[in-house]
């Protein structure tokens, strides 16, 4: 899912979005610890998502508070 696509859910959706992220990483961590990762490259994919999801996050709420970074 692109960045874009993501600017157009709402935190909540987002954040049920990361922890899937997360729990993901989790199994694939899992597996590459076992022997049983068939796609290392899925590794560096759900990383970078989750990575996305945050920084996505971190700008709603960054416009949501105002700050517009000038002192």
Do not use: C, H, W, Y
């Amino acid at each position: 899912m692109k960045a874009s696509e993501m600017r157009q859910k709402s935190v909540d959706e987002l954040s049920k979005e990361l922890i899937e992220s997360l729990k993901e990483q989790f199994v694939l961590r899992m597996q590459r610890s076992t022997g049983q990762l068939n796609r290392p490259s899925d590794m560096k994919k759900v990383r970078r998502k989750i990575a996305r999801i945050k920084t996505v996050m971190n700008e709603m709420r960054s416009t949501n508070n105002g700050s517009t970074g000038e002192g």
